[in-house]
Every structure is written in C-alpha cells, then in structure tokens.
Nanobody, 133 residues
C-alpha cells in the first residue's frame, strides 16, 4: 500500500513561483511512476508532469518550459520517495487543485503526463494553487 501526501500549495501573483512536494510512503521502489495532475471545478483532471518507471520525464504542453519535475528521491530505509514540482512563471490559468498520483503498472506509467487519471491507483489529497492577476 502506498500513501501520497502533497504540500507546498498557496497563493501567488501572476509570474510568481511555487514548489510542490509529493511524498510517497510505503515504498521506495522505482517500479512506481509518479505524476502530477491538476483539476479545476467542472473539469477533468489533466496531467501536468510525470516521471515514469524508467525515470523518463514528460510534461503537458501547457506547462512545458515553465514547470520542472524532479527528485524521485528514494529513501530505502524509510521506504519513501519524494517528487518535486517547481512551478515558475505562473499564470492565472494554472490555478487548480494539484494532485500527486502513483501506479506501478506498465500500461499506466508509459502514458506519462498524457495518461488518463482514471488509471492511477494511488492518490494524494491534493494541494491548492491560486495565481492572481
């Protein structure tokens, strides 16, 4: 069983930066992929950035060049992994609830940031990001 916990959300002005962190506990194995999704009221969750099982990184077109996903650090002893999303040049349209998700199935992980949220088996509670004009 994997538990995910996001942190780092908040409110910033247009053009500002925020750093989100997702800690996955219960496993340090790299056989899990980890993905950031975001959702606004009335819309589907959309993939933002992903690290697949092989360490390959992908982004949605809307954030490419502005967001950077990194980390994937594993603490074998504590059985945790950490994924960080650095968000720069934020825009009002980036306002959303940001969720961290994880899975270990190859067919799920290979889709990267373009994958369907319905396929992911593990989710955090989300952290809110608000960007004001």
């Amino acid at each position: 069983q994997v538990q995910l916990a996001e942190s780092g959300g908040g409110s910033v002005q247009d053009g500002g930066s925020l750093t989100l962190t997702c800690v996955a506990s219960g496993t340090a194995h790299s056989t899990y992929c980890m993905v950031w999704f975001r959702q606004t009221p009335g819309k589907e969750r959309e993939g933002v950035a992903a690290v697949d099982r092989d360490g390959n990184i992908s982004y949605s077109e809307s954030v490419k060049g502005r967001f950077t996903v990194s980390g994937n650090d594993a603490d074998i002893n504590q059985k945790t992994r950490t994924l960080t999303l650095q968000m720069d040049s934020l825009r009002p349209e980036d306002t959303a609830m940001y969720y961290c998700a994880a899975d270990r199935r190859r067919f799920v992980c290979d889709s990267g940031a373009q994958g369907s949220p319905y396929n992911y088996g593990y989710w955090g509670q989300g952290t809110q990001v608000a960007v004001t004009a």
